[in-house]
Nanobody, 130 residues
């Protein structure tokens, strides 16, 4: 069973918006750092945004002010609201969950190496045309 299932991807024009969702299967996000990563063709996977168990949010500079990460009160669904999308946002978007005990500090909240120790979804494609 895939522990995380993403949805909400699609194709939009530059300046448009999309909201991605990530549903947890068989567990809740309580006690987890959960986040969004993306990978464009030919590029390395990179951290986009994350939210910790206390509700603090962290963003990559490239999306700060345009993207908002949140989760529902039940802590079973993670969201990524993406506004003012740009062609360079085109990528496969993945959600990931990492046990908070594995996070050494706020500087590591978008660390791919650490998140590789956690749970991942299969991804949802976002395509932004100019």
């Amino acid at each position: 069973q895939v522990p995380l299932v993403e949805s909400g991807g699609g194709s939009v024009q530059a300046g448009g918006s999309l909201r991605l969702s990530c549903a947890a299967a068989g567990f809740t996000f309580s006690g987890y750092l959960v986040g969004w990563f993306r990978q464009a063709p030919g590029k390395e996977r990179e951290g986009v945004a994350s939210i910790d168990a206390d509700g603090m949010t962290f963003y990559a500079d490239s999306v700060s002010g345009r993207f908002t990460v949140s989760q529902d009160n039940a802590k079973t669904t993670l969201y990524l609201q993406m506004n003012n999308l740009k062609p360079e946002d085109t990528a496969m978007y993945y959600c990931a969950a990492l046990e908070s005990a594995r996070v050494p500090g706020p500087w590591a909240t978008l660390d791919l190496g650490l998140f590789n120790l956690g749970h991942w979804g299969q991804g949802t494609q976002v395509t932004v045309s100019s």
